[in-house]
């Protein structure tokens, strides 16, 4: 399908559904608008007073459109994938967010002459949370322009919603034609100013840490990088700050962690580049100082509100405070579930719920949500940014890294098998498109055998994207030791190319090339 004007439209206020035409896009004080401009097809309206909470375009396949052959559908996610990740066949009522593939054959087979794969989305950091389906007649595009879970009320300003995305990928696999089409639907993903990899203290500490051990684990992960032109990171996790999960960050708590400028000074020292975990938005305790009530969520008062200027300004705050401090990395958690009120695998449609607004009621959700992103990228400078629980598609272009999955595990391999290996096949394809793409950490406590965990750790070292490692001290024997420091250097170059084959039948594939070469894992027990 190009990229046309849709034959269906409607637009949703508080008072329910208008259906209109591009004939005829106004009713009462709103506007609808679409302009097709280098290939993409830009929606924008206007309104006054109306409070807005949808639009809904639909192209129907006109019959030189309709697929030559059955076809399979992909969809993303709203932020991380949570292990089911997949490729199904047409499921009318499915919601795929910012995107979807249609594509025939499979990528098992090797043999890509005349195979298409159909691709459909939106352009990065859209004014919208936009969704797709796909049935028999044609494509849907769902536009959700609301204020929380309240229609947006734009005061006579031009929203321009999205830039819309259709392309044609022949003769290629489906991976290679996701490829090309993150590249599309991004054009300006950061670059980093080198590979990022090194230590993550969560998977084994669980936010019960100390200085002390953080010192112990930047001496493990420096020796075992020793001579490696780029050097490591060693990223604290939660558990520094006063209350675990919990703001505020003014401070580390006394007990465990009473300096930590002097933290980042030591892990310099030592050979590592410091980072540091931190939750914007929370504020269960309270314990923030000068917070005045309507900087909260009207949805729940324990979060901050990201409309309000006065959290924008705490945010300029804390990210000054830590890049003062001297940490070279930021990873910053929680935020769409602190926003929105749920994870993204509980929203299938909606990241929320209706009937709640934030402080300023004239932005979209996603504008507000990237207006919070963009303070933290320019207020970093050049610190890196990794995002976590953050929407993949309203950060990229502003996110240097992004965790792209659900949490792995230092204890249970399933989770780990479950988490890691769905979201590093499903979205190792946004790797170097819209972010260096993290599918998460090795979690090493000697719960897991690590006949299975070196899979996963050589499964990352390869892919060409971030390695973090959580290392128990004392765990590994020398042999074992020896695997890790192989794959650190492996992951401080990330040259490699890590591909999933049968992805199309298997949301946990066992087949992949790696740089053009077959290989194979048994990720079961």
């Known amino acids: 399908m190009k990229i046309r004007f849709p034959d269906r439209i409607s637009v949703f206020t508080e008072k329910g559904e208008r259906r209109l035409s591009v004939y005829e896009c106004s009713v009462e004080d709103i506007e609808l608008s679409f302009d097709i401009a280098d290939s993409k097809l830009n929606v924008s309206v206007i309104a006054d ?28 996610e709203w932020e991380r994938g949570y292990g089911a990740m997949e490729w199904r066949g047409i499921v009318p009522e499915r919601c ?91 054009r300006d993903p950061l670059t980093l100013p080198h590979p990022v990899y090194g230590s993550n203290n969560w998977y084994y500490a ?33 558990g520094w700050q006063k209350y675990n999960m919990d703001g505020p960050w003014f401070a580390g708590n006394q007990k465990k962690f009473p300096d930590m400028k002097g933290l980042a000074d030591k892990i310099k ?3 590592a580049r410091p980072g540091i975990w931190i939750r914007y938005l929370a504020d269960t305790h309270r314990d923030t100082p000068n917070v005045p009530d309507e900087w909260r969520l009207s949805r729940d008062n324990g979060y901050l509100d990201p409309s309000h200027p006065g959290v924008i300004s705490k945010i300029i705050e804390d990210t000054s405070r830590i890049v003062d401090w001297g940490y070279q990395l930021i990873k910053h958690d929680f935020s769409t579930y602190d926003i929105f009120g749920g994870w993204g695998f509980e929203r299938p449609r909606e990241l929320t719920n209706d009937s709640w607004s934030f402080y300023d009621r004239s932005r979209t959700s996603a504008e507000i949500v990237v207006d919070m992103y963009r303070t933290i990228h320019e207020t970093a400078k050049d610190t890196i940014i990794i995002g976590c629980n953050c929407i993949g598609h309203l950060c990229a272009g502003l996110h240097h890294l992004n965790r792209t999955g659900d949490d792995t595990s230092g204890f249970e391999w399933s989770r780990t098998r479950k988490m890691g290996v769905n979201t590093l096949a499903f979205r190792m ?37 971030p390695l973090f490692v959580s290392c128990k001290p004392n765990v590994l024997n020398k042999s074992e030791l020896e695997q890790l420091k192989n794959a650190f250097k492996i992951a401080s170059v990330q040259k490699d190319r890590l591909v999933p084959v049968d992805w199309m039948e298997n949301i946990c594939p066992s087949k992949w090339t790696l740089n053009g070469n077959e290989i194979s894992f048994d990720w079961f027990e």
């Open 96 to 186: 795929m967010p910012w995107y979807m593939l249609a594509s025939e054959g499979s990528d098992s087979d090797s043999d890509t002459d005349g195979r298409i794969t159909y691709a459909y989305g939106v352009s990065v950091r859209p004014a919208a949370l936009c969704f797709w389906q796909y049935d028999a007649q044609g494509v849907t595009l769902w536009l959700d322009i609301r204020n929380g879970g309240s229609g947006v009320i734009l005061g006579g300003r031009k929203l321009k919603v999205a830039e819309v995305i259709f392309r044609e990928y022949r003769d290629m696999s489906a991976f290679e034609a996701g490829e090309r089409f993150c590249g599309e639907m991004c």
């Open 269 to 271: 020292e030592l050979g």
């Open 49 to 76: 007073t109306t409070p807005l909470k949808y639009i809904k375009l639909k192209w129907l396949f006109t019959k030189d459109e309709y697929p030559l052959s059955p076809v399979k559908i992909l969809g993303d």
């Open 429 to 465: 394809m946004q790797n170097g498109k819209f972010f260096a793409a993290d599918a998460d950490c090795v979690g090493i406590t000697g719960a897991i055998d690590w006949s299975l965990n070196s899979k996963w750790l050589y499964a990352l070292a390869n892919s060409g994207s």
């Open 206 to 238: 669980y936010g019960n840490s100390s200085h002390d051990e953080i010192i112990a684990d930047t001496k493990i992960v420096t020796e075992l990088c020793a001579g490696l032109e780029n050097i490591p990171y060693m990223v604290i996790d939660d």
